[in-house]
């Protein structure tokens, strides 16, 4: 150990201290709206086989739900898998449900406790073994366990400058050395976030006269039995306490073992001394309940100082001794009232000074000075901890009035732009969803390319890649190259017999321009050879001036290098998502458009519907923003109108001539209405294309015809190999269709068989 200490303190300024991974296990409670008590519902059909979901389980009772983050390589991100796991559990359970924001429980009775129906027999009879010698109300208290792995280069480095012969060693030294001083300084940490300070009526045989810092951090909370008392003064004396402890019966399994912290990276504790220890988890956070996801960034950052603080501490010299003390100074503070300081005897002053020649020797960034300032300002006044914050809210020694008003405003939060996936806006919205489907069906999900849209899933094995929610493996690698270039598409389409707009491609301007006399007495559209969401495309359905069609063509070269001039289709275009041989969806799509009401010009009707929350911008909302850009406004021009103009009441003005939704088009979901035959046709031409998913939009003047090959009654305009899922499942108008569901349902039939 002696190789250990002072190891940071001897270490250059360029040591990557803050490199670590992390990991965040959040427990709730299910709680029912209508009775404000412990749901009495099976866990959540919508959760999947909870036997292997990564992400959410049900811990001791059928009720408590486990939220568990993957791996993180940084704090942020694994605050972000938190939120985002939270998200879909708040939006997968019942409507009338939501999570339980405290630790300590609503009022509820030993009988409202189901234990979960787990199928692994140990997990159930472990479970049970619990209930009998803990009773089921202690397992209802719900924590926060925070993991931290320290990062490879840090260790590697330490390990250079330890002088240590075997890396498995100085690792098991290094986090024994953590636990010990976590385990000595433990108390600072309950002082800074206990956040449950009392206990509802008939939680305890005798119920507290006044509110304390955190009841789930003292022995009331759920801890061993008196008999049960491990050492961390040396790793061989740990796992043979705890073995001994097993063999006895005092512990029906090792993980019975509820220690503050606990060693982890093996199955078996004895398998560390070969092995070694890879990570650390602590179990002592009370859940925020100021905060949807149980803990703040600043919190799992200040954590992360903290522990490093503990790594720039010299090890304790006597160690049981040291740990027995530092014990019965965390059960006072945890019992003590929320508003009172830091007891004369806690040596708070050793934590901050460590923190402080952390912050000075590695020259960490002004953000972790920002966190010691706040913890000094905690210290300095009660208030401003967390237990502080929640003594406000304490109405005649109950939470339960707060705790419902919290846990109803985050699951109205959750429902807030229901169609986004927490944490990723900022991604594609039909990648969000195909994310959302993936956590809450228990698919591990890995961002490859958050900008590309890129994903790697995987179950057990079975890998799959995915990239802008719906490109796969499933499509051959040309596919959507092809679809891509629509001469290409046009081709392959009528080399198959189907129909497809007659015209002509240009790759200058000069070259377009002369081609204006063949068509100058026809209905035209012009658009770029090989963009996608509607971008740079004009549409005159009635012949057009050559100064608007020399503006056309400048519009569509500023997206592609080549473009497209072709006949004018009559009739209403409609969109068909097909997927593996199959029409799943159809969507009808008005252009963007408003109407008038006889007293607001274009330009405010414009901005009134886009105060509509669906729409936002770049493909992160179901509907877009409505731009008054050159092309609506050569399409007003045409109509004789400008954004300053008034429209009679029930007026309606056209500001595009595509109905894309990405160019501020309306979704019209029509499904159900669409005649088969149509559909079966749209099937077609996709597999014509070779195309495993992708969108077929169609020009169909009357559907009232059925279609078939021979006589399709209806023109293709385009086959599009990133066809917007959302827009079919998130529709102005209409039920909608579940699609990206259906597409991981394709990938991974053997864990979604039904949706």
């Known amino acids: 150990m002696s190789n250990i200490d002072q190891l940071l303190q001897q270490s250059p300024q360029n040591l990557p201290v803050l490199q670590a991974t992390f990991g965040l296990e959040r427990e709730s409670l299910r709680i029912d709206q209508k009775t404000q008590r412990l749901a009495q519902t099976p866990h959540p059909h919508k959760l999947g086989s909870r036997s292997y979901h990564p992400y959410i389980q049900t811990d001791y009772s059928e009720p408590q739900l486990e939220l568990i983050t993957p791996v993180a390589k940084s704090s942020k991100e694994v605050l972000r898998f938190l939120g985002a796991i939270t998200d879909v559990a708040q939006r997968s359970i019942d409507n009338d449900q939501y999570l ?20 692994d027999p140990f997990e159930l009879s472990y479970r049970q073994h619990l209930a009998e010698k803990y009773g089921k109300m202690l397992q209802s208290m719900s924590g926060i366990h925070y993991n931290i792995e320290l990062g490879a280069d840090l260790l590697k480095l330490l390990f250079e400058r330890s002088g240590c012969q075997s890396l498995i060693a100085f690792k098991n030294d290094l986090y024994l050395k953590l636990a010990q001083n976590f385990l000595s300084y433990r108390w600072f940490l309950t002082y800074l976030y206990g956040a449950s300070p009392i206990a509802e009526q008939g939680f305890f045989e005798k119920g507290l006269t006044a509110p304390v810092r955190s009841l789930r951090n003292s022995h009331l909370g759920y801890v061993n039995t008196e008999d049960v008392s491990v050492p961390f003064d040396s790793l061989e004396n740990y796992i043979s306490s705890i073995e001994h402890y097993v063999s006895t019966g005092a512990l029906s399994a090792e993980k019975e073992f509820y220690s503050a912290v606990r060693l982890r990276g093996s199955k078996h504790n004895r398998d560390y001394l070969t092995k070694g220890i890879t990570y650390l988890e602590f179990r002592c956070f009370d859940l925020n309940p100021f905060d949807n996801r149980g803990i703040t960034q600043e919190t799992i950052d200040s954590i992360h100082l903290f522990i490093l603080a503990m790594l720039w501490l010299d090890a304790p010299q006597a160690v049981s001794l040291s740990l027995d003390k530092a014990a019965g100074l965390n059960e006072k503070i945890a019992l003590s009232h929320p508003l009172e300081k830091l007891p004369q005897e806690a040596p708070y002053q050793d934590v901050l000074t460590a923190m402080e020649e952390l912050i000075r020797h590695f020259q960490l960034p002004a953000y972790y000075e920002q966190l010691l300032a706040d913890i000094k300002g905690q210290i300095s006044n009660p208030r401003l901890t967390v237990g502080g914050h ?8 109950s939470l339960e009035t707060f705790g419902q008003q919290k846990g109803k405003e985050y699951h109205d939060y ?6 986004a996936l927490k944490g990723y806006e900022n991604m594609e919205l039909s990648t969000q969803m195909l994310l959302f489907d993936a956590i809450q069906k228990g698919i591990h999900f890995d961002i490859l390319d958050e900008s590309d849209q890129f994903l790697k899933l995987w179950h057990a094995k079975h890998i799959e890649y995915v990239k802008n929610g719906n490109m796969t493996s499933k499509d051959n690698y040309v596919v959507p190259l092809a679809m891509a270039n629509k001469v290409v598409t046009k081709k392959i389409l009528r080399e198959h ?10 790759d200058s301007k000069d070259e377009a321009l002369r081609y204006y006399q063949q068509v100058e007495k026809q209905a035209i559209v012009v658009k770029p050879k090989s963009t996608n969401f509607g971008l740079g495309i004009s549409i005159f359905d009635t012949p057009t001036s050559l100064t608007d069609y020399e503006k056309a063509l400048d ?17 209403t275009e409609y969109r068909f998502f097909v997927l593996d041989g199959k029409c799943e969806a159809v969507l009808l799509r008005v252009a963007a458009n408003v109407v008038g009401d006889g007293r607001q010009t274009i330009q405010q009707l414009v901005d009134q519907k886009n105060q509509n929350p669906l729409r936002g911008r770049d493909h992160r909302s179901p509907l877009e923003i ?13 109509q004789g109108c400008t954004p300053e103009s008034i429209l009679p009441a029930g007026v309606k003005v056209n500001l595009r001539g595509n109905s894309n939704i990405s160019t501020g088009g309306d979704s019209i979901d029509i499904t159900e209405e669409m005649d ?3 559909k079966q046709l749209a099937a077609d031409m996709a597999k014509a294309m070779g195309a495993w998913a992708c969108g077929v939009d169609l020009i169909i003047p009357d559907t009232s015809l059925k279609a078939t ?13 990133n066809p917007s899922m959302y827009m079919h499942t998130y529709c102005q108008e209409g039920p909608g269709q579940v699609i990206t569901g259906k597409i991981l349902a394709k990938l991974f039939p053997e864990v979604i068989a039904n949706i």
């Not at 997206?559 to 072709?566: C, G, I, K, N, R």
């Not at 409505?626 to 045409?638: A, C, K, R, T, V």
Request: charged share 20%; aromatic share 12%; proline share 7%.
């Open 100 to 119: 339980w924001p405290l630790s300590m429980p609503p009022q509820l009775r030993e009988d409202e406790i189901e234990i979960a129906r787990l199928e």
């Open 390 to 397: 929640l003594l406000e809210h304490i109405d005649n020694l």
């Open 414 to 419: 959750a429902w807030q732009a229901y169609y």
């Open 497 to 506: 017999g189907y129909p497809v707009p007659a015209g002509a491609e240009f």
């Open 555 to 571: 519009i569509a070269f500023l997206e592609d290098s080549s473009v497209l001039v072709e006949e004018f289709i009559a009739g």
């Open 626 to 638: 409505i731009d008054l850009g050159d092309i609506e406004l050569l399409m007003l021009q045409q």
């Open 676 to 678: 088969s035959s149509y």
């Open 709 to 721: 090959k021979e006589n399709p009654h209806c023109t293709c305009i385009e086959l599009n190999f």
